[in-house]
Structures are given as C-alpha cells and as structure tokens.
Nanobody
C-alpha cells in the first residue's frame, strides 16, 4: 500500500502565497518523479510542475511557482507566489514509484487539496 497525503491548500487573496506539501508513505522502494497537477471546475486536469530528472513547469506558472523535494522524507512541495484567481483549482500530487525490484513503475495520486484565490 502506498499513500500520498497533501496539505497546505486554502483560501488566499490575489497576490498572496501558499505552500503545498505532499508526503508519500507505505511500501516505497524507489521514487522517480514527483509533481503536481490541478483541475479547475469544468476543465481537464493539467500539469503544474514536475521534479524528476529535470524540473518542468506549466507556462502559466513559470516564475511564480517553485517545486522542490525532500527525498529523505519522500515529500514534494509547491511554493505558490503571486497567486491569481485563475490558479483556483484542486491540486493533486503524484509520485512515479516502484514498490520493489521486480515491480512496475506506477503513478500514485493524492486525494487533492483545494486552492481558492479570491478577494
């Protein structure tokens, strides 16, 4: 069993900041990439940022969001600055990991955390 638990969402004013955290736990052998997606009402889930062999950001968040990882804690963070109303969405973390030498690499997902940017 593998679990990803997100925290740090909430309501923030435009221009404000939030920091999301996602901790992976359970029968983890190795993690390749971790990252964040988001889904706004009526829209498809979209990539926000990933951290693996390289770091990648959606164009809409470059320069405002920063992804980081603490590999010792199997945790990924998303620092979100200069937030805009269009950043409002449910944010999901994921981890591309394996539970053993002979096990496949699979994507595991958190339950999501709501971020609302509004005055």
């Amino acid at each position: 069993q593998v679990h990803l638990v997100e925290s740090g969402g909430g309501l923030v004013l435009p221009g404000g900041s939030l920091r999301l955290s996602c901790a992976a736990s359970g029968s983890i052998f190795s993690i390749n990439a971790m990252g964040w997606y988001r889904q706004a009402p009526g829209k498809e889930r979209e990539l926000v940022a990933t951290s693996g062999g390289s770091t990648n950001y959606a164009d809409s968040v470059k320069g405002r969001f920063t992804i980081s990882r603490d590999n010792a804690k199997n945790t990924v963070y998303l620092q979100m600055d200069s937030l805009k109303p269009e950043d409002t969405a449910v944010y999901y973390c994921y981890a591309d990991l394996t539970t053993g030498w002979t096990q496949p690499w699979l994507d595991y997902w958190g339950q999501g955390t709501q971020v609302t940017v509004s005055s």
